[in-house]
């Protein structure tokens, strides 16, 4: 293909995606309209309450690494619960779960990957079972997580299958929302179009191309254009989830979210899974939150993330910042793993032997 043609194709695609933007805009302010108009059933508001009462909060994170050493694979999990009291000055104290398993390199890289997941996020849910004390839980991604389900109930290596994982998350979630907890999931990336979903179920057809942080993004800015609110925080909803399980109106990218939340709601019970949209002031990010009731939540239990959040900060809240600054497994840490698994397997060390102190020390 020469200059010519590569600059002429070029051209193409760019005209086509510049007609494309502009109906996509067009319906987005139709959508605008609707929800300022009270036409549709999400809302849009401004937040100005916090939480005042000495409650305590706390958030959970993860984080994993894998390194390959010739025919295994380590993998180094961990999982970190930090806890704050709204009006206590003791500091913020922190529970730390770590674990790391071998896996044989037979397996496929895919499977070794997804399962290195399935293990972080069950030292996550480990972490849960100690928060009796918390009033507000802030959990790092989507409350169903991993938010997918595919068939592949196997054990490997003491690492729970999806399906084992998803019962006993959901059973612990269960048994926290019964003990009258605040749960939150604070979910950065938007790769599920749960919005968009909405609706194109309403006959917004064109939204089929369009990415959720666009839509949502769009009508949280025209929002504080109009009034003229920058530094306020902003809510966008709720969404039941209980309408992806309409499997005759389900976006591709939705498939796999939806089979897990059924498996979810038959621990859950008659709790339902909502989500709003959440930007702390226009500099800050945007955060879908998913939360957990019976009924339709009260746009005031957003107060809890008022209280603790904070501005240009891709966690959302303090508490959260945290948790994922303490649970970042840096690559010395993981270097130093894979050198005592070495040195061990090769009979240079024992499990006395004083360097491997020294080196697990250095880690930290």
């Known amino acids: 293909m020469n200059i010519n043609d590569i600059l002429a194709k070029i051209n193409e695609m760019a005209n086509r995606d510049i007609e494309q933007l502009s109906k996509l805009k067009t319906f987005v302010n139709l959508i605008y309209d609707d929800i300022v108009n009270g036409s549709t059933d999400i809302n849009i508001k401004f937040l100005e309450a916090k939480d005042n009462t000495n409650h305590v909060a706390c958030s959970i994170d993860g984080s994993k690494y894998e390194i390959e050493l010739s025919d295994i694979t380590l993998i180094i999990a961990r999982a970190v619960r930090i806890i704050g009291h709204l009006k206590d000055n003791k500091g913020i104290p922190s529970s730390i779960l770590e674990d790391f398993r071998i896996i044989e390199n037979y397996y496929d890289k895919n499977i070794i990957s997804n399962k290195s997941i399935l293990f972080m996020l069950s030292l996550e849910t480990r972490l849960l079972e100690t928060c009796e004390e918390c009033d507000v839980i802030f959990l790092d991604g989507p409350i169903v997580d991993p938010p997918t389900y595919y068939e592949e109930d196997i054990d490997l290596e003491g690492i729970m299958s999806l399906g084992k994982l998803a019962m006993y998350r959901s059973l612990l979630i269960k048994n926290l929302l019964d003990n009258r907890k605040k749960i939150f999931g604070i979910v950065k990336n938007f790769s599920h179009r749960i919005m968009t979903k909405k609706f194109i ?61 059924e498996n979810y709601k038959r621990n859950l019970g008659d709790f339902s899974i909502y989500s709003a949209y959440y930007q702390y002031d226009a500099n800050s990010p945007l955060a879908r939150l998913d939360v957990v009731y019976r009924l339709e939540p009260k746009i005031e239990d957003i107060k809890y993330v008022n209280t603790w959040a904070i501005a240009r900060t891709e966690e959302i809240t303090l508490l959260n910042k945290l948790a994922d600054d303490f649970s ?37």
Request: aromatic fraction near 14%; hydrophobic fraction near 40%.
């Open 201 to 261: 179920s309403n006959g917004f057809s064109v939204l089929s191309k369009a990415r959720e942080s666009y839509l949502v993004g769009n009508i949280i800015y025209r929002f504080r254009l109009e009034n003229n609110e920058f530094s306020k925080p902003v809510f966008l909803g709720w969404i039941n989830w209980d309408l992806l399980m309409d499997h005759n109106n389900t976006l591709d990218d939705l498939k796999g979210i939806s089979k897990a939340y």
């Open 328 to 364: 970042e497994i840096k690559f010395s840490e993981a270097r130093n793993y894979a050198t005592l698994f070495k040195l061990m397997r090769d009979n240079y060390l024992d499990a006395k032997d004083k360097l491997i102190e020294l080196m697990m020390k250095s880690k930290i």
